[in-house]
């Protein structure tokens, strides 16, 4: 396996004024808060507190007041009532909220989750009309609909109502919906732009709430999906979405959802010690396997059920999908990487597709090639008219604005600067492979092309005292936008070392600086094994880890480099 050698760049030095005003915090955690832009007291106690730093009443989000007049209409006339959710978690959650929240109401209301493969993303006609069909007199889009211009019309046609509630970006145009719901809406004055959909579904459920129920609100109770939903979605945690996160992870840790406190357990999890990361690496994936192989009704299921055996069963049917995804991504990734280096021994944009790739893995294929060779990774599933791909990028390439360059030949695509699909006509595909290929090699023949590593600050092992977990547990959730901490230390002996894990990917470590021993874990770092020298400097975060009941401290390991001294 190709690596690619990683530059560490250690934050600067705290400054003098920030040291100052941060005076009553200890000394690490005051580099950290000032790395994470925060040099004022008042503005670091907020983040460790996770206050959102700004009025957050759902009454600020355009189109909310008129969503919520026409909701409160629906329900004392007894109105059918469809959520229509996205197959991701961030989706799922959402429709599972509002489910929760108008069943517990004695609301009507039925939730629908397009098929991956048979519908593909968003609202289609076919479904509004079906829906129409059943008796629904108004939909609630959650986490889909912003650019769906198109389908919003059809639903006006048939009388059907829509309220749209999405957090993606709008096109030049908004539908033509009873309600546009979407902080990235240009007119929208909501001081938080970077809610999940999962978040904007909870604003305008609370202000439901707020306006039936006054205060006797219990809407708190799905903090838990936000949560989920939230951090799947990877969405900066910070902000307003930091302070929903830990108010969802505290009803985590104490679930009393069925389907959750069953996830948890299927995941190998504690519930008391679930964490943000914990969300992101096992939860959340599980989740998700369900609308990547199949339908995404059954993790929506899990998380409506009242009924433990169902929620055992459900829990164990998506641990089950979600190896087989795990199995379907390794084939993928690794077909993809020996088809793009065999015409390229290193190619500046891997471009693959196959009539063989599953459709609903190809973008976790794609993440995987990007984050380990550094380039724009393209993988696609073609049939017989069409091909449908996820994209991956890097820091140095635009990817979706890439695809701009592209749109005259593109059926459809959207996206942002890392990631982006598409769907394109097969006898294009030559065409728009060339085009994207030499955009990178415009964009990225100059570079040094070398991922960056950002640590907090340069510590010996030594230093490493388990007071300084406690200050770290302050700043969860931890995750995209607001980063583990990392530290740097040098210089660092190599008592043991043993490759670990399937395929022997892993690589577990004793190490020491000749005053204190570590155990270490160093995940995807296997090809270490046999080629360490005796002497290493080490780019890690410090953790407690926890295995058969005995906890002891331990540095897990991003990156290894030989020491220079």
């Known amino acids: 396996m190709r690596t690619i050698e990683k530059r560490w760049q250690i934050a600067s030095r705290i400054t003098a004024k920030a040291e100052e005003a941060l005076h009553g915090y200890p000394p690490i955690l005051r580099q950290i808060l000032f790395n994470r832009g925060y040099a004022a007291h008042a503005e670091a106690r907020a983040f460790l507190e996770a206050q959102p730093p700004f009025d957050t009443d759902p009454f600020q989000l355009s189109g909310v007041a008129e969503a919520v007049d026409r909701l409160r209409s629906a329900i004392e006339k007894g109105e059918k009532i469809a959520i229509y959710g996205d197959y991701d978690v961030d989706g799922v959650t959402a429709t599972a909220l509002f489910l929760q929240y108008f069943h517990s109401s004695g609301v009507d209301v039925l939730g629908y989750i397009p098929h991956r493969f048979d519908e593909g993303y968003g609202l289609n006609k076919n479904a509004i009309t079906t829906l129409h069909d059943q008796g629904v007199d108004l939909i609630i889009s959650v986490d889909c609909g912003i650019r769906s211009l198109e389908e919003a019309e059809h639903a006006r046609g048939l009388g059907v109502d829509l309220i749209i509630c999405d957090h993606h970006t709008p096109g030049e145009v908004l539908p033509d919906a009873l309600a546009v719901i979407d902080p990235k809406r240009p007119d929208d004055p909501y001081p938080e732009k970077n809610l999940a959909g999962v978040g904007v579904a909870y604003k305008l459920a609370a202000a439901l709430d707020k306006e039936i129920n006054g205060q006797e609100s219990t809407i708190e109770d799905c903090l838990d999906l936000v949560a989920l939903g939230t951090v799947a979605d990877l969405v900066p945690l910070i902000g307003e979405n930091r302070s929903l996160v830990r108010q969802g992870l505290k009803l985590i840790r104490r679930p009393r959802r069925q389907g959750l406190m069953s996830l948890i357990g299927v995941s190998g999890l504690k519930p008391a010690n679930v964490t943000a990361t914990d969300i992101g690496f096992a939860l959340g994936p599980r989740l998700n ?6 339908t995404a009704l059954d993790a929506l299921a899990l998380l409506t059920t009242p009924d433990v055996f169902e929620a055992g069963r459900l829990a164990q049917q998506l641990e089950a999908q979600n190896r087989k995804r795990q199995n379907i991504t390794r084939a993928i990734q690794a077909m993809a990487e020996e088809l793009a280096f065999a015409e390229h021994e290193d190619p500046l944009l ?3 597709t196959h ?51 592209c749109a005259d030949i593109l059926e459809k695509y959207g996206g942002h600067a890392a990631a982006a699909g598409f769907t394109v006509r097969n006898e294009h595909l030559p065409m728009l492979t060339e085009r994207l290929q030499d955009l990178a090699e415009e964009q990225l023949s100059d570079q040094e092309l070398q991922p960056t590593l950002n640590a907090d600050i340069e510590l010996p092992l030594s230093e490493l005292k388990p007071e300084i977990l406690e200050y770290l547990d302050w700043l969860q959730p931890t995750g995209y936008g607001n980063p583990q901490a990392s530290f740097v230390s040098r210089n660092v002996k190599v008592l043991s070392s043993r490759a670990v894990g399937k395929d022997s990917a892993h690589l577990k470590l004793v190490v020491s600086d000749g005053h204190i021993t570590f155990d270490a874990i160093a995940f995807q770092q296997g090809h270490w094994y046999g080629n360490l020298p005796k002497s290493i400097d080490l780019l890690h975060h410090f953790e407690v880890n926890e295995f058969r009941g005995q906890k002891t401290l331990q540095l897990n390991v991003r990156d290894i480099k030989p020491s220079s001294a």
Do not use: M, W
């Open 289 to 294: 396997a369900a609308g990547r192989l199949d």
């Open 350 to 352: 891997l471009f693959v």
């Open 355 to 405: 009539p063989e790739f599953n459709a609903g893995v190809v973008g976790l294929a794609a993440s995987k090639l990007t984050e380990q060779y550094y380039r724009p990774a393209v993988i696609g599933h073609t049939d017989d008219e069409y091909t449908r791909a996820s994209c991956r990028s890097i820091p140095e390439f635009h990817i979706t604005e890439a695809l701009d360059q």
